[in-house]
């Protein structure tokens, strides 16, 4: 691997960096959820446009890359995870030659783009699905997803007991076209999601298209939805547990999720990329969506020859405890690091409450624990060996926005269910750009252009103009912390050591003089190196770790 030392000045102190060629192993790449970040049309929804307009803003903030959301052709069932045509832009986001204009302007300022591919099922628009339900049973073109004939009399149950993970059975009847009831399709989230059938060799023939088609128009890379998925065992049996997945809104049911044959695909598109990679020397990265149940099982799917991150999620589901979080690295240092990758770090995404939020609970509203808390682990990701994501927002502390009138929700999950519990609207509410109303400089449309999700007032206090203008924000933390991580040497190869530590509090040491130190109680305790640090979540005198806050050092330890 070639290398390239540089040489910079940060806080006063001299640090050399060694340039990778394998860009992706400390990367930080910042996810864009497209229809919330900037519209430029003024239709009061983001668009690939406002992406554009809005990279500069992100490439000040100091991220690698963009992960976008799904812009492709649906009838957003669910905001694009329900793809009607791969090798399209849906109107609400823009067109192809957006898409270009966008992929060009990333370029010229060395910011790489991820396209977010779903390949584990499609929109029930999808032309080889309609294909499907007017073919009829038994036909090459139902081969592709999984129909199967019912039980009971007539067929009129489900042909098994397994549950959708956003709520009710897994199955949906079809009318066949003489028009009796007839089979049924499987759909492991929504009835207007159908999964494909990896096993039918169509199926991954046409992604090996689709990849080529987005490579072909300049995409570094791909974030892969549902990677864990693709496969069901082929017998289709009943699950012993089969309401687990609508329960834990997680990949549980071992029938569905994690087959063995998954690997394969995985390996064929690594090729893929890496064929790419060999014409141009330009390195495309392929990122999946992997939730299992242990680290160990999770470093199958980055090994050498397969994908080369995928997100770890434990950091993310951790409640907020010193124990837990070095039970986390612990196992992600051993277990992934060990496949030869590094670990993919993640504190929040499209699906999951804000970390402002969660680590807040059950504190009172206003108690400004949350926030304190979710800059500490904040400080502490960023300093892990490995890569980073961030969700947009994050940057800016938003917190979740958690009391949205049932009339304005759109997620399949409450429409399927009817319950609040576990809705993701309330992390996709439109960014606040400025102002000190609602749209927040979101929309460009005629005053009182609403956005497709109302922005509370109280959203004018995150507003990306005020959080730039404030040194002591969340934005100033992060964009530090970026550019610290950009001045360090090796940090995706880095080695971590756990230093010694009162109780409630974690330290470790890296391979290249880095301490990083969070304090989960409330009370200070000492620090565990006597100067001032780097950089701090809060005010950190020297000598001290106040409580909920997290601090670097350089030092010998």
């Known amino acids: 691997m070639h290398n ?11 640090l050399q960096r060694i340039d990778a060629h394998h860009w992706w192993r400390d990367a930080v790449i910042y996810q864009v959820y497209v229809r919330s970040f900037l519209d430029s049309t003024g239709d009061g929804i983001g668009d690939l446009a406002g992406v554009r307009a809005g990279l500069p803003y992100l490439k ?9 959301s799904p812009f492709y052709p649906s009838p957003q069932a669910d905001h694009g995870y329900d793809v009607a045509d791969y090798r399209g832009v849906d109107p609400l986001f823009g067109d192809l030659a957006e898409f270009d204009l966008l992929v060009a302007a990333a370029r010229r300022l060395g910011v790489k783009v991820l396209l977010d591919i779903v390949p584990n099922h499609c929109s029930s628009e999808h032309p080889w699905f309609r294909e499907a339900l007017a073919a009829g049973p038994g036909s090459p073109a139902r081969a592709r997803f999984h129909f199967a004939d019912g039980r009971g009399p007539d067929g009129c149950e489900p042909p098994n007991n397994w549950h959708a993970m956003f709520g009710g059975p897994a199955w949906s009847r079809v009318t066949e076209p003489d028009g009796r009831p007839g089979q049924w399709y499987l ?54 547990d089969p309401e687990a997945d609508a329960r834990t809104r997680d990949s549980v049911n071992p029938l569905a999720w994690n087959q063995p044959e998954v690997h394969g695909v995985w390996r064929h598109w690594r090729s893929v990329c890496e064929e790419y990679t060999a014409r141009d020397g330009r390195e495309r990265l392929l990122v999946g969506e992997v939730s299992v149940p242990t680290a160990r099982e999770h470093a199958r799917y980055v090994r050498p020859d397969e994908l080369h991150q995928a997100f770890f999620f434990d950091l993310l589901s951790a409640p907020w405890s010193a124990d837990a979080f070095r039970k986390v690295v612990s196992e992600a240092m051993a277990d992934i ?35 304190a808390r979710a800059r500490a682990a904040a400080l502490l990701m960023l300093a892990l060996p490995g890569a980073a994501y961030i969700y947009q927002g994050e940057e800016l502390g938003l917190p979740e926005v958690v009391d949205l009138p049932d009339d304005v929700l759109t997620d399949p999950i409450f429409r399927r269910t009817g319950s609040r519990a576990r809705i993701r609207d309330g992390c996709r509410v439109p960014l606040p750009w400025s ?27 995150y507003a990306t103009d005020r959080a730039l203008a404030d040194t002591r924000s969340f934005w100033h933390l992060y964009r530090d912390g970026l550019q610290l991580r950009a001045a360090l040497p090796q940090l995706g190869e880095g080695t971590l050591r756990w230093l010694d530590a009162p109780p409630g509090v974690l330290a470790f040491a890296r391979g290249d003089g880095l301490v990083c130190a969070v304090n989960f109680g409330t009370a200070p305790t000492p620090a565990p190196v006597s100067g001032t640090p780097l950089l701090s979540s809060g005010p950190c005198p020297a000598g001290v770790l106040p409580g909920s806050t997290s601090a670097w050092w350089l030092g010998d330890l």
Do not use: C
């Open 337 to 371: 690091a060990g496949t030869g990758s590094t670990v993919t770090w993640v504190l929040n995404n499209h699906d999951q409450v804000r970390t402002v939020t969660r680590y807040g609970e059950p504190a009172t509203e206003g108690s400004g624990l949350g926030t």
């Open 60 to 68: 000040k903030l100091g991220v690698d890359g963009i992960w976008l």
């Open 187 to 240: 759909h492991m989230f929504t009835p207007e999601q159908p999964d494909w059938n990896w096993r039918t060799p169509e199926v991954p023939a046409e992604f090996d298209r689709i990849l080529r088609f987005w490579l072909d128009r300049g995409a570094d890379g791909f974030r892969i939805d549902v990677a864990a998925g693709l496969f069901k065992h082929p017998d289709l049996p009943d699950s012993p």
């Open 4 to 14: 390239v030392s540089s040489h910079r000045q940060v806080n006063g102190v001299s």
């Open 435 to 461: 102002g000190q109303a609602s749209p927040f400089g979101f929309t460009s449309g005629a005053e009182g252009a609403k956005p497709w999700l109302p922005q509370p007032d109280y959203f004018a206090e």
